[in-house]
């Protein structure tokens, strides 16, 4: 059974972390550890945080001198992190009961690098909202940016792969996890979870959300651009990969075609006679019928 190691950036978000815990303790699934840094919150959130973890041996609190942003305390989250798999879970959102179980079992079924799934939006009493519509399942190649965002929480990935990248550039601020599926999805097959795992809240104090979106969208431009360099692509469909970035849009327009019909019709193609997602595609329907049996058998 790999150990599982949930990661949790805080800062300034102790009134949600309750929900958050009680995901972590209602896991089906029994071999995880959290490891949570907190970026020198202003809030009551060590107080609250150090209050619920304090009897269980399973969260591992670290916290940062002075406040150093979202790329250096997910950083931190990682160097700490003991698990063979990782993922991070935000301290305002929650996960299902079996997100780690689901998310784990992936690992048994092939040489995945990582794994993600589906997530419910909801309000800012965690109350549901909406299965965000965006999540669908890949294609990687060179040529997948996340553009439009299809990988999405709950996003696991093998620690051991992690280690063979860049890591997390600590300076970001804004499309931190964004620059980890990118850099992650560069060295192998990732797996689809077609099912809903994680609790994403919208509130207006989200990092990602009201007067942070269009920050983030520059900043995800830049590492889609740092993306294509890393890779050693010189052009895209026909056209030609700026040699120095300048603006967001530039890099997105690159991309416009990613969203046409055909593209997408050709990509579903090439899904559908992909030897991994077969396969996973076939274990998905065997464990359902194996259980039956076992159950009608044993």
């Known amino acids: 059974m790999k150990k599982i190691s949930v990661l949790i950036a805080n800062y300034n978000n102790?009134?949600?972390?309750?929900?958050?815990?009680?995901?972590?303790i209602n896991q089906t699934y029994s071999n995880w550890e959290a490891i949570i840094v907190d970026d020198a919150s202003t809030d009551n959130s060590l107080e609250i945080i150090e209050n619920l973890i304090k009897n269980d041996s399973r969260f591992q609190l670290f916290k940062n001198t002075e406040n150093k942003g979202c790329g250096f305390t997910k950083k931190r989250c990682v160097e700490f992190a003991n698990g063979e798999i990782c993922g991070f879970l935000d301290p305002d959102d929650a996960l299902f009961p079996e997100a780690l179980e689901k998310s784990a079992g992936v690992y048994e079924t092939g040489d995945f690098v990582a794994a993600y799934s589906k997530m419910l939006m909801?309000?800012?009493?965690?109350?549901?909202?909406?299965?965000?519509?965006?999540?669908?399942?890949?294609?990687?190649?060179?040529?997948?940016?996340?553009?439009?965002?299809q990988v999405a929480h709950f996003?696991?990935?093998?620690?051991?792969?992690?280690?063979?990248?860049?890591?997390?550039?600590?300076?970001?601020?804004?499309?931190?996890?964004?620059?980890?599926?990118?850099?992650?999805?560069?060295?192998g097959e990732v797996a689809y979870i077609d099912d809903v795992l994680y609790k994403y809240r919208l509130h207006s104090a989200g990092?990602?959300?009201?007067?942070?979106k269009q920050s983030a969208k520059d900043s995800f431009a830049y590492l889609i651009f740092e993306a294509m360099k890393r890779r050693g692509i010189k052009e895209i469909n026909h056209h030609k990969v700026p040699d120095s970035y300048t603006n967001p849009e530039e890099i997105y327009k690159l991309l416009d075609y990613q969203t046409g019909f055909l593209y997408r019709l050709e990509t579903k193609f090439k899904l559908f006679f992909t030897i991994p997602v077969l396969l996973f595609f076939l274990y998905s329907l065997i464990t359902p019928i194996h259980?039956?049996?076992?159950f009608l058998f044993e």
Do not use: H, M, W
């Open 291 to 294: 259980n039956i049996l076992t």
């Open 155 to 187: 996003f696991t990935f093998r620690k051991e792969i992690y280690l063979k990248t860049p890591g997390i550039n600590p300076d970001l601020k804004r499309a931190v996890d964004q620059d980890l599926y990118l850099k992650i999805l560069e060295l």
């Open 207 to 212: 990092i990602s959300q009201q007067n942070g």
């Open 122 to 149: 909801c309000d800012d009493n965690l109350a549901p909202q909406n299965v965000y519509a965006g999540t669908k399942q890949i294609y990687n190649n060179p040529y997948f940016f996340n553009c439009p965002i």
């Open 14 to 24: 102790g009134k949600f972390f309750k929900d958050c815990y009680f995901s972590l």
